[in-house]
């Protein structure tokens, strides 16, 4: 047969494919939830801090009601344009952490900030490799599907073989511990 046509090179040979491990190879439902919490605390952080300067520049505006025996005041209280712009930008920035934590970092190494800490990642069940940037900020809107059915997805790891959340069964993905090497 003719050589191919990319220059006469073969492709790169496929990642290693995981093969079946006993559960406890899986990455625990514990520490996948310890994990979420560290990874979720900037992103409260940075919107907190919006919500509280939100609720501290909030101005109260009176009108006079003057009818013809009386005189009332009527007050009401609303959120400067200040406080809006500083919790829609706080908004903006925590999203953005999201993104770079679950979609870059996660994609990229594997691991996001409280998996690292936890020393686990996310790798594609057939590879064993990180899933990317796309594949990862899917999953996590994947995750939508965990919590549509009254949070039961996120549950599944609980009793699986394999410790997978619907979330993960749908994007073929697992959770492994990362191995130490040895120095």
């Not at 039961?152 to 009793?159: A, D, K, Q, V």
Request: net charge negative; with cysteine; aromatic share 12%.
């Amino acid at each position: 047969p003719p050589p191919p046509s990319s220059g006469g090179y073969a492709p790169p040979p496929p990642g290693s494919a995981i093969r079946a491990l006993p559960t406890q190879a899986y990455t625990s439902w514990f520490n996948r939830v310890l994990a979420f919490l560290i990874d979720n605390i900037p992103y409260v952080f940075i919107v907190g801090i919006g919500w509280v300067i939100l609720m501290s520049t909030q101005e109260e505006e009176c009108l006079a009601d003057v009818t013809r025996y009386d005189i009332d005041e009527v007050c009401e209280v609303g959120y400067s344009s200040t406080g809006l712009t500083v919790f829609w930008l706080s908004v903006l920035l925590g999203l953005a952490y999201l993104v770079w934590n679950y979609g870059y970092r996660q994609g990229t190494t594997g691991s996001s900030i409280g998996k690292s800490v936890l020393k686990f990642k996310v790798v594609s069940e057939e590879t064993g490799r990180p899933i990317g940037f796309g594949t990862s900020v899917v999953r996590q809107l994947a995750h939508l599907v965990d919590a549509i059915i009254c949070y039961i997805g996120y549950l599944f790891p609980l009793w699986d073989a394999k410790r997978q959340t619907l979330a993960d069964k749908i994007m073929s993905t697992v959770c492994l511990p990362v191995q130490d090497r040895p120095e």
